[in-house]
């Protein structure tokens, strides 16, 4: 299984190496990489829903049809961590490879949100941009400790 993960984000965070932390301990089996996207810049010009717009627009471009996406937002569906390691599970049954997006700091587009497979709520709270991909990133680590018995998950 390959896990792609694509952010609309600003510029590089003091998170990285936590992302890449978590992403490191999955098994070599399961292949991941976290792609940034540049926020368009903001401008007086432009209104908030051109800028999201556009910046759908980039991040479609790097989706094909066939794959599975999932995107992060607000109002997406809420789901314990255990159905998420459900979802990984079926993932690696199905040679599903998802790809996680997680829009820039004003949301995603109306055209990516109807692209997407899924759309899943990390909280109802407002989390810093940021820290979006790390929690994504331990997440998907805490599932695979689930699915392989590890202690990991108690913690």
Do not use: C
Not at 66 to 84: A, Y
């Amino acid at each position: 299984m390959n896990i792609k993960i694509i952010s609309i984000a600003s510029k590089k965070t003091e998170y990285e190496s936590i992302i890449s932390d978590y992403l490191g301990r999955l098994p070599k089996q399961i292949t991941s990489e976290h792609i940034k996207i540049p926020i368009v810049r903001r401008t007086k010009k432009q209104s908030i829903n051109q800028i999201i717009e556009a910046e759908g627009k980039n991040f479609l471009e790097k989706i094909a049809d066939r794959e599975t996406l999932i995107v992060l937002d607000q109002r997406g569906r809420s789901i314990s961590t255990n159905e998420f390691s459900n979802w990984m599970q079926d993932w690696l049954d199905n040679a599903i490879d998802p790809i996680f997006g997680i829009g820039g700091p004003d949301g995603f587009s109306e055209s990516v949100l109807n692209r997407a497979n899924k759309i899943l709520s990390l909280s109802s709270m407002t989390l810093p941009h940021s820290l979006v991909p790390v929690i994504l990133a331990e997440q998907l680590y805490r599932s695979w400790s689930i699915l392989n018995h590890l202690p990991y998950h108690r913690s």
